[in-house]
């Protein structure tokens, strides 16, 4: 099994479209982090958009702007499952390890390795841009570091696991039964 899961992880080292997953959902996690911190208004507007960040509510906001990593990683998900189709090497694969369910679960541990690092450097990246733009208006910080941190694990979790898996559940064919007729004949 360990196998099954270094060739996967060699597969997603060498190709180019990690990278460009990686770096895509960063740079739109500090857009997307950046616009929500500009947006947070100077005192406690019911209508403004983002509450201000000298408050808990506002800083939580900014920092937890991880949205875009999380569709990466359904993306990668997707990506790790079918690109063996995709590029015909899926024969090769499942001629060398015939066991199809270990090699699902292969590519399953590695995408939630790679979709959790997705998801830990969007929450660090949005955490640092929370803190900076708290640091230049000159407010306190009203999250703990024990806060911060499970802003930054939470965002990580659920990256790897959670669409990872259900992106290689969905891969598995169905088996389909053939039904006899009580004549003697297949249907």
């Known amino acids: 099994m360990t196998t099954l ?10 190709t180019r479209v990690t990278y460009g997953l990686l770096a895509t959902s960063t740079g739109l996690t500090v857009l997307y982090s950046l616009l929500a911190a500009a947006r947070a208004s100077t005192k406690a507007v019911k209508a403004a958009p ?11 906001t900014v920092t937890t702007t991880t949205s875009f990593a999380l569709l990466f990683a359904a993306v990668l998900g997707v990506i790790v499952t079918s690109g063996e189709f995709r590029h015909g090497t899926a024969t090769l694969t ?6 199809r369910n270990r090699v699902l679960a ?19 990246v949005a955490t640092v841009m929370g803190l900076a733009f708290v640091a230049v208006k000159g407010d306190s910080v009203t999250l703990g570091k024990p806060t911060l941190v499970a802003h930054i694990v939470g965002a990580a979790l659920p990256y790897g696991g959670y669409r990872c898996r259900a992106r290689v559940a969905g891969t598995q064919p169905t088996r389909r039964r053939r039904r006899h007729s009580p004549m003697g004949g297949g249907s």
């Open 5 to 14: 899961i270094r060739i996967e992880l060699l597969k997603l080292h060498t």
């Open 50 to 60: 983002v509450a201000p960040l000298s408050t808990a509510s506002g800083l939580g």
């Open 94 to 99: 499942y001629l060398g390890f015939p066991n």
């Open 106 to 124: 292969a590519k399953f541990a590695a995408a939630a390795g790679v979709g959790a690092i997705l998801g830990l450097v969007a929450g660090v």
